[in-house]
């Protein structure tokens, strides 16, 4: 058995070396928590996970519920060693992700596998300008960084804004991975157009982390569609769930001599590539027709003025449920303007019943949107009469042509 330490993840130099510790064998494993919380959350300081235990993830699942995800020091470098051999080469890493997310905590695992010294952004509101101000001390060969598609576009809209030194900083790296959710190609476009490498990723805490990028399976890592579901195979999956054998079984499974991870993703791999749909629990029945909330918001991203928008569900007393976009200020294209171009790629039943404009999309410490919070905003924005007569419509005329 291996004891536990608790290391605030405010403080991710502290976090380095108890994971160098961790990697090497002796020491105990690590639990970045955020404000370093001790005593009052499991696992506490000094408790016992099993011998092959280095880092454990505390995450809340798409319903909220914690999961602490075990991962062993061997998933953490296979992990380090694929992303390595997808990217050209080990290389200096800007650490500019909280250090208790999976993929703030690989920064720091990939640096100690490259033996370089992260540059470490530090806590604090996501600054552009700032972010140029560490890249500049980057010394390695080859350098890299790992963000958020909210970090990115402040990032392109500074460059575009003006600032050559944002815009030097973007053209430094020679890979920028960008992660934790749908990348927009728009965004990805611009910040292309800006000399950016931008390698869009896709894995979670299970997985160690991204383990397909661009769409590619990284390192021996196999991707699978299982009726229609994706699931993953490879050495860098998760032991599993601290403390939950039975989410646990759920979650893992051995299947042809493999162990296999199920993401609860909708997705298809075709000739290799993998391309992800959704969540499978972000669907909803709208008027008896399912709607992925995840194809939407794509939608709606490529829409100008809403490429940071976050598309929820709603209760409506006629449809069941509908879509509802929540968004920072108010967007130039209207809701009939929305509706019309989600409808036109989506069908009627995915057009969202109104607009709620919002001062901030509220996100999580990682930089995501935090979708339980922006899925409290409809209950009090929008014209919900108005909407729904205007769903009613579209949804009569789509039946009566249909």
Request: glycine fraction near 14%; charged fraction near 20%.
């Amino acid at each position: 058995m291996r004891s536990v330490r608790v290391v605030d993840a405010g403080q991710p130099q502290g976090v380095f070396e108890a994971l160098r510790e961790a990697l090497g064998g002796g020491g105990p494993a690590v639990v970045p928590r955020e404000g370093g919380v001790r005593g009052a959350v499991w696992p506490q300081e000094g408790e016992q996970v099993a011998q092959n235990v280095a880092l454990v993830i505390e995450t809340s699942g798409s319903t909220g519920v914690p999961k602490r995800v075990a991962l062993s020091a061997d998933a953490l470098l296979a992990s380090a060693a694929a992303s390595a051999g997808a990217m050209g080469g080990q290389g200096q890493w800007l650490l500019a992700l909280p250090a208790h997310y999976v993929a703030g905590a690989q920064v720091l695992v990939r640096s100690l596998a490259a033996e370089t010294e992260p540059v470490l952004y530090g806590d604090g509101h996501f600054d552009a300008e700032r972010f140029a101000a560490a890249a500049e001390e980057l010394d390695h060969d080859y350098r890299y960084t790992s963000l958020v598609p909210v970090q990115l576009a402040r990032l392109v809209q500074a460059a575009e804004g003006g600032s050559r030194e944002v815009a030097r900083a973007l053209r430094r790296f020679d890979g920028i991975l960008v992660g934790g959710q749908a990348l927009p190609p728009s965004l990805r476009e611009r910040a292309e157009d800006a000399g950016a490498r931008i390698l869009s990723t896709y894995g979670s805490s299970e997985t160690a982390g991204g383990c397909v990028y661009d769409g590619v399976p990284i390192g021996t890592t196999v991707v699978r569609a299982v009726d229609g579901l994706l699931e993953i195979s490879g050495p860098s999956l998760a032991e599993g769930y601290l403390g939950d054998p039975e989410r646990t079984a759920a979650a893992f499974h051995e299947d042809g001599g493999a162990r296999w991870y199920r993401t609860g993703d909708l997705g298809t791999v075709v000739d290799g590539r993998v391309t992800v749909l959704g969540r499978s629990d972000n669907v909803i029945i709208s008027g008896g027709e399912k709607v992925l909330l995840d194809a939407v918001e794509r939608a709606v991203h490529g829409i100008p003025g809403f490429a940071g928008a976050v598309v929820v569900a709603a209760a409506d007393a006629e449809w069941g449920q509908v879509p509802v976009v929540v968004v920072a200020g108010v967007p130039e294209t209207g809701l009939d303007g929305l509706r019309a171009s989600v409808a036109e790629q989506l069908g009627r039943a995915a057009a969202p019943a109104r607009i709620v404009p919002v001062a901030a999309v509220p996100r999580l410490s990682s930089g995501k949107p935090d979708r339980q919070a922006a899925a409290r905003q409809p209950a009090h924005g929008g014209d919900t009469a108005q909407a729904r007569r205007r769903g009613a419509i579209l949804h009569r005329n789509d039946a009566e042509n249909g």
